[in-house]
Each structure stands twice: as C-alpha cells, then as structure tokens.
C-alpha cells in the first residue's frame, strides 16, 4: 500500500512530467527534454514495480532527503559517480553558503534588550531555525527551533520555515495567531512526518515577553540566583493543521535572561553516552551571573566541550541568550 510520502513523489513526477510536455512547443523537442522526460516515465515505472528508490547498485533505499530534493535519483551517495559525487558537493557548498546568509545579525540591541545566539551545524547544512525580526515599534520577535530531520531535506524545512515567519510577522499578528498560521501553512505544504518544534518570543519596551512554546525544549529564565523554565504552551508547528497555541506572558527583570537552545546541547552525550541534559544546564544557569548574551552563551559552550571530553557533535546546535540590561 502506498505511503503518503509516495504519493506525494509520484504527484512530484507527473507535475514534472506535465511541464516537460508543455515545454517541447516551446524547445522543439530537444534532445534534452526527451530524455528528461524519458527519466520520469522510468521513476514512474520504477513506482509500478515497487523498486522505486532502491539503488540501482547494491539495491538499499536511496536516502529519503535526497529523494524529496530529487525524486529521478537512481543511487544512493555510496554508489555516486565521481563526477557526481563532485556536483553534489558543490551544491552542498552552496546551500550551506545560502544557509549561512540567511542567519540574522549576530547581536541585536533593541532598547534594554541584548540577543546574541550561536548556531552550529553537525553536518555541512543544519535543520535548526534561528532568527530576530525587528518591528517598526522598536519591539521585535525571536525564534528557535529544530526542523524534524538531518541533511538536506531538514535544512530546505527551516528555510520554507524561517520564510513563512518572514512573512507573517509584517503583518502584525498576535503572537498566537501568528504560530498557528505558520503551523497550518508548513502542515498543508510538507510531507505528513515533517513538523518542527520551536519558541517564538515577541518584546517590547516594558520589560514583557509573550512566548510560546511548540512543543520544544523550555528555555531557562534566570538571574538573581533563580531559574525558571518556559515550559511548552502546544504541540510542534506542524504536526497537525487544525491545531491552536497558547502563550504565556514572562516577566524579565533588569539583569535577567532566558535562554534557548536545541537538543543539540541538551541531548549532547559524553563518551559513555550519558546525556548532558536539562538539570545540568539548570545548575550551570544558576551560576551565571551578570554575564552579557555573547559571555553567558561561551560559558554553556564551555560547559558542553568540558561534559563531552572531545566526543563529536552528533546534532545541530542553537544557543540563544535574550538579556534585559541591569541598567534599565
């Protein structure tokens, strides 16, 4: 029986085989074109038979992100030519190129307010979203999450993501409807086990932040000697496309901050596979005093490298600090 992620690759191939055909008035029947099409009709027929996405060499499933990003491929990444292998690595180059362009400004000063984030992929492209959109009020919002996923395909999710909230955010929207509306748009246009857990935090001058959490790890508001987390107010955006948000109103005390991260440092393990988890960063956050974003994020960086005794990153990682100045 046909999987919903077939039927959504064979509605990919016909709609490409559809605007081949449009396309020869226009080509001339090219050599090109026909053998396009050629590729398509072979997909379609790989689809019949039940041998679509196995290697056409050892017979293994050919990776699912390579499949989304191309439904005509014929090999897995072991069995690549080498000139293959070369144009995939350029156009990974590219993409995390593109990727890179794509994170916001590196700190942000709004008012009482100071941001600063640290965001490091495990792979050459990273699934986690991370971003700060100003208002014209001097207000702005803060994001981040983790698409569901690794590689490519997850990295082609946080930006179809991070453009939706680009989007939306102008139009001036409570923060609840604003993530409802992102949510029901990434659901209709993703594949059925695509979602993405996230935070997204709006504030203002006054020292208030409205936050909601879908379904993501709690950021950490402390300061004081107080820690406090922000626990999830909704499932991920995503999941399902009829789902409502709720959002809870969080106080920021000058000196205080929250902080946001992926699982890439909660779930980070060491080399006996403890994980580093949420405790640990509690104690270390009830350490950190007075510390502007950029130092407090170093001292959790450091943290983490001391906890995994040189064990590599197995995960993308996202580290946020949002800091109300003690002078305001």
Same mark, same amino acid.
């Given at each position: ?163 939706? @909230? +680009?989007?939306?955010? #102008?139009? =001036?929207?409570? &923060? ?6 992102? !949510? ?122 001391? @906890? +995994?005794?040189?064990? #590599?990153? =197995?995960?993308? &990682? ?6 109300? !100045?003690?002078?305001?």
């Amino acid at each position: 029986m046909a999987t919903a992620a077939d039927l959504i690759l064979r509605q990919q191939l016909l709609d490409r085989r559809l605007r081949l055909e449009q396309a020869v008035p226009v080509t001339g029947q090219t050599l090109q074109v026909r053998n396009l099409i050629h590729e398509v009709d072979a997909a379609l027929a790989r689809m019949d038979t039940g041998t679509y996405g196995l290697c056409e060499v050892c017979h293994e499933p050919i990776e699912t992100e390579r499949l989304i990003a191309d439904p005509l491929a014929r090999f897995c990444l072991d069995h690549l030519t080498v000139n293959q292998q070369r144009a995939l690595e350029i156009d990974l180059e590219l993409a995390a190129s593109i990727q890179k362009g794509l994170l916001p400004e590196p700190h942000l000063h709004s008012g009482a307010w100071e941001v600063a984030y640290h965001y490091q992929p495990a792979g050459i492209v990273s699934g986690d979203y991370c971003d700060l959109v100003r208002e014209e009020s001097g207000g702005f919002h803060f994001i981040l999450g983790d698409v569901s996923g690794k590689g490519v395909a997850a990295a082609m999710l946080m930006v179809h993501l991070q453009a939706m @909230f +680009r989007t939306l955010i #102008p139009m =001036g929207l409570p &923060l609840r409807e604003l993530v409802e509306r992102a !949510s029901r748009i990434f659901c209709e246009s993703t594949l059925p086990t695509h979602f993405a857990t996230l935070v997204c935090g709006k504030a203002g001058s006054s020292g208030d932040i409205e936050v909601c959490n879908a379904g993501h790890p709690p950021p950490l508001l402390f300061g004081r000697g107080k820690v406090k987390p922000i626990d999830p107010t909704g499932l991920p955006v995503g999941a399902f496309c009829d789902v409502q948000f709720a959002t809870s109103q969080v106080h920021v005390e000058p000196g205080q901050t929250i902080l946001l991260y992926t699982d890439g440092l909660s779930e980070a393990r060491d080399n006996s596979g403890q994980m580093y988890g949420n405790e640990r960063l509690m104690t270390l956050a009830r350490e950190l005093r007075g510390s502007r974003p950029q130092e407090l994020i170093r001292a959790c960086l450091q943290d983490l490298d001391a @906890f +995994r005794k040189n064990v #590599p990153a =197995g995960d993308d &990682l996202t580290i946020m600090a949002v800091s109300r !100045s003690a002078a305001s």
